[in-house]
């Protein structure tokens, strides 16, 4: 059975409306960034965009969609990858953290919601969440 990966009004000005909107972030990305998770990534936008144009970045992609999934896995092998990014499969909310220096997500959910899922998944934050737990002041 066909997934939709993008709308089909899109599918015309894919380059513009996905690729480019997802490039655009690029500058956005600090230099010194590890670890970016896209949260919800369905076809990979931004998420495999930004891992093509910053190849030494670890790249995570969040998606419930098992098949969507499984389309990233290809779609990230064929674009033959310096580091290919790592796929988790599962609900945002209930994922364990990720710990992302950068959190990217598009046309998810309001931006209150998305707020709280991207600030369990700030690396910032989990290791503030870390140490907490265990009595460590540093």
Known sequence: KAINLIGPATVDDIWSRHILDS??????VPADTKRLADLGTGA????LV????RPELDVVLVESDA?????????GRRMSLQ??????IGRIEAVPPVGADVVTARALA???TLL?????HRAD?????????SGRSN
């Open 23 to 28: 490039a655009q972030l690029l500058p956005l």
């Open 44 to 47: 990979g936008f931004p998420g």
């Open 50 to 53: 930004l891992a093509a144009l």
């Open 67 to 75: 098949r969507k999934a499984a389309f990233l896995g290809e779609a």
């Open 83 to 88: 580091k290919q990014p790592k796929i988790v």
């Open 110 to 112: 309001h931006l209150g």
């Open 116 to 120: 709280g899922w991207a600030e369990r």
């Open 125 to 133: 934050l989990f290791a503030y969440s870390t140490r907490a737990k």
